[in-house]
């Protein structure tokens, strides 16, 4: 197989993996859906907090499947320097404790949005030759 062809079954697999990502967050949206419209009741409550809860998981099955697309990496090189910022973030996090939730989730989720970019900067360098 040619070096163009396994591109793109790693490419075909990649975007399989996030069209599964959406079906997950989106399926309750569609049993939401499908319930309005096959009965003139109301929704139950259930139905509503899966609605509520799938939708905004998004985030975080895409985080799941860039990981998953780019474990190779991580697990090359890029895990040590990963590790690093995972606990200097811990440390970090550790060291600034506060009593205010929001300040607190606010701090927490700046900082994994800096580790993010970081191993994208990675991901970009790498590519380049």
Same mark, same amino acid.
């Given at each position: 197989?040619? #070096?163009?062809?396994?591109?793109?079954?790693? #490419?075909?697999? #990649?975007?399989?993996?996030?069209?599964? +990502?959406?079906?997950i967050q989106w399926w309750a949206m569609?049993?939401?859906?499908?319930?309005?419209? #096959? =009965?003139?009741? /109301?929704?139950?409550?259930?139905?509503?907090?899966?609605?509520? =809860?799938?939708?905004?998981?998004? %985030? $975080? @099955?895409?985080? %799941?499947?860039?990981? @998953?697309?780019?474990?190779?990496? @991580?697990?090359?090189?890029?895990?040590?320097? *990963? /590790?690093?910022?995972?606990?200097?973030?811990? *440390?970090?996090?550790?060291? /600034?404790?506060?009593?205010?939730?929001? /300040? *607190?989730? *606010?701090?927490?989720?700046?900082?994994?949005?800096? @580790?993010?970019? $970081?191993?994208?900067?990675? +991901?970009?360098?790498?590519?380049? $030759?």
């Open positions: 197989m040619s #070096a163009r062809m396994r591109a793109t079954h790693r #490419a075909a697999k #990649a975007m399989s993996l996030f069209v599964l +990502a959406f079906v569609a049993l939401f859906g499908a319930w309005q419209l #096959a =009965t003139t009741k /109301e929704v139950p409550q259930a139905i509503h907090h899966l609605v509520t =809860t799938f939708s905004n998981i998004g %985030g $975080c @099955l895409n985080l %799941g499947v860039f990981f @998953l697309i780019h474990r190779k990496r @991580l697990s090359m090189g890029e895990r040590d320097a *990963t /590790e690093n910022a995972i606990t200097s973030l811990s *440390t970090r996090r550790s060291a /600034e404790t506060s009593s205010d939730p929001t /300040e *607190t989730f *606010t701090r927490v989720t700046i900082n994994y949005l800096k @580790l993010i970019k $970081c191993l994208l900067i990675k +991901a970009r360098k790498e590519r380049k $030759c």
